[in-house]
């Protein structure tokens, strides 16, 4: 198995910035970072738009307390500030519209088929190629959220955290410049999130992607209970419906394991 280590560019903070005129993005770059949401969660109090790139995070920070570090410029890791006059009771739609802007970006600029598995996880075919964290903040001006996106963009086979990871290069993605994936996820993040904004229904584009409806499923719930069953839709809430057989249940959060085709 090949060792080379890919061509990996800086990304181009002038280039991505007039790409994103005229968008409420404030971009600013660092060389590393432990983790750009924590970074972001530090400066909540700031005006939204805030939007923090590190060429090298070296203490992610996924769900349920995971951590994952890849090599400086193999992955597009990136933290914005959000902050939205909508009900308390809207802002799980987050990691899902998030989720739709990535996947759009991903099928129209890299070129790959990518779909989304509930609630965060971005997949080509099976594996997984970005993930989603969003953490809430009460700042002096209101609720704020931190939505981090960590994309692997240039990872060979032998640097995947895990044999379920995948990259763009690896499926043989149209692009991997990071400058241009950031600018187009951005873009689409936008325009999602203004639907979101306005009151629009967010479901009808994520379930265009959805990868979990219609798979069986087993999903791992956080006071550790475990749901197995069909996956037969997403509700107006963006929580997942599974049915067992006997109850549908209505998900808001849990770890999914897809079992096989529904």
Same mark, same amino acid.
């Given at each position: 198995?090949?060792?080379?280590?890919?061509?990996?560019?800086?990304?181009?903070?002038?280039?991505?910035?007039?790409?994103?005129?005229?968008?409420?993005?404030?971009?600013?770059?660092?060389?590393?970072?432990?983790?750009?949401?924590?970074?972001?969660?530090?400066?909540?109090?700031?005006?939204?738009?805030?939007?923090?790139?590190?060429?090298?995070?070296?203490?992610?920070?996924?769900?349920?307390?995971?951590?994952?570090?890849?090599?400086?410029?193999?992955?597009?890791?990136?933290?914005?500030?959000?902050?939205?006059?909508?009900?308390?009771?809207?802002?799980?739609?987050?990691? *899902?519209?998030?989720?739709? /802007?990535?996947?759009? =970006? !991903?099928? #129209?600029? &890299?070129?790959?088929?990518? +779909? $989304?598995?509930?609630?965060?996880?971005?997949?080509?075919?099976?594996?997984?190629?970005?993930?989603?964290?969003?953490?809430?903040?009460?700042?002096?001006?209101?609720?704020?959220?931190?939505v981090g996106v960590g994309l692997n963009t240039t990872l060979t086979q032998d640097? *995947?955290?895990?044999?379920? /990871?995948?990259?763009? =290069? !690896?499926? #043989?993605? &149209?692009?991997?410049?990071? +400058? $241009?994936?950031?600018?187009?996820?951005?873009?689409?993040?936008?325009?999602?999130?203004?639907?979101?904004?306005?009151?629009?229904?967010?479901?009808?584009?994520?379930?265009?992607?959805?990868?979990?409806?219609?798979?069986?499923?087993?999903?791992?719930?956080?006071?550790?209970?475990?749901?197995?069953?069909?996956?037969?839709d997403v509700d107006d809430d963006g929580r997942l419906l599974v049915d067992d057989?006997?109850?549908?249940?209505?998900?808001?959060?849990?770890?999914?394991?897809?079992?096989?085709?529904?």
């Amino acid at each position: 198995m090949s060792h080379a280590t890919p061509s990996r560019p800086p990304l181009d903070l002038d280039a991505l910035r007039s790409r994103l005129t005229g968008t409420p993005w404030r971009v600013e770059v660092s060389a590393e970072s432990p983790s750009t949401n924590a970074d972001v969660l530090a400066r909540a109090g700031e005006e939204p738009g805030l939007e923090l790139l590190s060429e090298h995070q070296t203490a992610g920070r996924g769900r349920l307390g995971r951590t994952w570090v890849t090599p400086a410029r193999s992955a597009l890791t990136f933290s914005v500030l959000v902050r939205a006059e909508v009900p308390l009771g809207r802002w799980p739609w987050l990691p *899902l519209v998030t989720g739709s /802007a990535v996947a759009d =970006a !991903l099928r #129209g600029t &890299a070129e790959v088929p990518a +779909t $989304l598995k509930w609630p965060n996880d971005v997949l080509v075919g099976e594996r997984k190629v970005a993930g989603i964290l969003v953490e809430l903040a009460d700042t002096a001006a209101g609720p704020a959220a931190v939505v981090g996106v960590g994309l692997n963009t240039t990872l060979t086979q032998d640097e *995947l955290p895990v044999p379920t /990871a995948t990259s763009l =290069a !690896l499926e #043989g993605a &149209a692009t991997t410049d990071r +400058t $241009l994936l950031a600018a187009e996820v951005l873009l689409a993040l936008v325009r999602h999130l203004d639907v979101w904004r306005a009151g629009g229904s967010p479901r009808a584009a994520y379930l265009g992607y959805a990868a979990t409806v219609g798979r069986r499923v087993a999903v791992d719930l956080p006071g550790g209970a475990r749901v197995e069953g069909h996956a037969v839709d997403v509700d107006d809430d963006g929580r997942l419906l599974v049915d067992d057989g006997t109850t549908v249940h209505a998900l808001g959060a849990g770890d999914v394991v897809h079992v096989r085709a529904g």
